[in-house]
C-alpha cells in the first residue's frame, strides 16, 4: 500500500505561483510513475502532469504547458508541481495519483492522495 500526501496548497492571484509538493510513504512496483490531477467544482477530476521515477520524463496537459513544471527527489520519495503564471481556472483542489508508467497513471492510477486546494484570485 502506497499513501500520498500532498502539500502547498494555499491562495495566490492571478499571475502568481505556487509548489505543490506530494510525500509517497514507498514506492511500489506498480507506482512507477506519479501524477497530478485537479478537480474544480462541478467538474470532473482532470489529468494535469506526470513523471516517471526512472528518468524524470514528464507528460503535460495542454491547459499547462509550458507554465507547469513537474520534478521529483527520488531519495525522499516526493514530486513537486511548479505552478507558474497561475490562472483563475487553474482553481480546484489538487490530487497526487501514482501509478504504472505515465500513460497508465493517467488512465488507472492506483493510488490517491487526499488532495490540497489551489485558489488563484483575480
Known amino acids: 500500500q502506497v499513501q500520498l500526501v500532498e502539500s502547498g496548497g494555499g491562495l495566490v492571484q492571478a499571475g502568481g505561483s505556487l509548489r505543490l509538493t506530494c510525500a509517497a510513504s514507498?514506492?511500489?512496483?506498480?507506482?512507477?510513475?506519479m501524477a497530478w490531477f485537479r478537480q474544480a467544482p462541478g467538474k470532473e477530476r482532470d489529468f494535469v502532469a506526470a513523471?516517471?521515477?526512472?528518468?524524470?520524463?514528464?507528460y503535460f496537459a495542454d491547459s499547462v504547458k509550458g507554465r507547469f513544471i513537474m520534478s521529483r527527489d527520488n531519495a525522499e520519495n516526493r514530486v513537486f508541481l511548479q505552478m507558474n503564471s497561475l490562472k483563475t481556472e487553474d482553481t480546484a483542489v489538487y490530487y497526487c495519483?501514482?501509478?504504472?508508467?505515465?500513460?497508465?497513471?493517467?488512465?488507472?492510477?492506483?493510488?490517491w492522495g487526499q488532495g490540497t486546494q489551489v485558489t488563484v484570485s483575480s
Open positions: 514507498a514506492r511500489a512496483s506498480s507506482s512507477s510513475a
Open positions: 495519483a501514482a501509478g504504472r508508467g505515465l500513460l497508465g497513471v493517467k488512465t488507472n492510477p492506483h493510488y
Open positions: 513523471i516517471r521515477w526512472t528518468d524524470g520524463d514528464t
